[in-house]
């Protein structure tokens, strides 16, 4: 595997960094959530307005009439949540809202480097998270298309990969999950030793912690790491943990808990994993939820945090305000928006501001 590019001269910033924007994807697919559809636009203006009030939001709303209808719900939104930016719209199609997954990752030249100032974009292959949700046609094109719509160079890896299956703590330290990344759904024959290869080379990764994955029950991803265990900073790691010492998922949160303990970052640093309790499960039309806190999305001044109505919901914020005391820590209602089995950080992208 090559890349006629050097990527020695960049790096990931982490999510905690400086962004120019972020980027989402307008929901147009009535089988993301099947029965509530027409209340997923208004519950999405909503998470929009809320980071809108902290950054720019640049939203893929390709397609006939998606940007005429999405329009009006942000602007009204946005007005009642007293937005400081407005959201932009951009005419490129998306056969689904997971843009972490579907999305651009964008790499910033190091400082003192001749890339300094620079970008570049990782395009993933994607496939719906091992072929569960066809088509993804207008899904597969959407990293490639942001970057020509930016004009910023895309470097494309030819492997399968999804933003949610990788957490970087922006100084070399990757977290991730054996359960996602090892699946043959995605790259045959893949092992740790190609996998961390991989993450090596085009995120320029000194180091991949492996958790197991799994736990959040109702989650489709195969694992997604940002489902379970997320970097506070260099050291700190938040860890999703059962609303129950009994929960059927206890077990194997548990495991992750116990990974990310064992683990060091890349200076040699012990990781310091903190629990993040999940609230009662949450059902519909009698299917088990994924919501959970990790889904939590960082903007330049604030925490998104998705709420389910529970009262673990001011615990988490609190907990994630003693985490990010410089920063708001902002409740959107995601109950709705979870029956698609996803919430904030699933559906955002960073844009990182090109300044290292």
């Not at 719209?89 to 964008?106: A, E």
Request: aromatic residues 10%; proline residues 8%.
């Amino acid at each position: 595997m090559t890349t006629s590019t050097s990527l020695t001269d960049y790096r990931w910033p982490a999510e905690w960094e400086a962004h120019e924007a972020t980027w989402v994807a307008w929901p147009v697919n009535p089988n993301t959530w099947p029965g509530i559809f027409e209340r997923i636009p208004a519950a999405f203006a909503e998470f929009v307005a809320a980071m809108a009030c902290y950054e720019p939001v640049r939203i893929l709303a390709g397609g006939p009439g998606v940007a005429e209808s999405a329009r009006p719900l942000i602007d009204a939104a946005c007005s009642r949540r007293g937005s400081r930016f407005t959201p932009e719209l951009y005419n490129i199609p998306v056969n689904d809202s997971w843009c972490r997954d579907h999305g651009p990752i964008f790499l910033n030249g190091r400082e003192g480097t001749a890339a300094a100032g620079k970008q570049v974009i990782i395009d993933w292959n994607y496939n719906a998270w091992g072929g569960k949700y066809p088509p993804w046609n207008f899904d597969e094109l959407t990293a490639g298309r942001i970057g020509a719509a930016l004009g910023i160079k895309t470097l494309r890896p030819e492997l399968i990969l999804e933003g949610g299956a990788i957490e970087g703590n922006g100084a070399g330290t990757i977290l991730t999950t054996a359960s996602c990344l090892l699946n043959p759904n995605r790259n045959a024959g893949a092992t740790i030793e190609s996998m961390t290869e991989v993450l090596a080379t085009w995120l320029q990764a000194k180091n991949v912690v492996w958790l197991p994955g799994h736990g959040i029950i109702g989650d489709d991803t195969d694992g997604h790491i940002d489902q379970v265990a997320r970097f506070v900073d260099e050291r700190r790691v938040l860890v999703a943990a059962p609303y129950s010492e009994d929960a059927p998922e206890a077990s194997d949160l548990s495991a992750n808990f116990e990974a990310v303990a064992a683990a060091k970052n890349s200076r040699g640093e012990s990781l310091i994993p903190i629990p993040l309790f999940m609230p009662q499960p949450k059902t519909l039309e009698d299917n088990r939820l994924p919501a959970c806190y990790c889904n939590y999305y960082i903007t330049n001044g604030a925490i998104i945090v998705p709420v389910f109505g529970d009262p673990a919901d001011d615990i988490a914020m609190q907990q994630l305000k003693d985490c990010y005391p410089e920063r708001d820590v902002v409740g959107v209602n995601a109950i709705d928006l979870v029956w698609g089995l996803g919430a904030f950080h699933c559906m955002t992208q960073q844009q990182p501001k090109a300044q290292d």
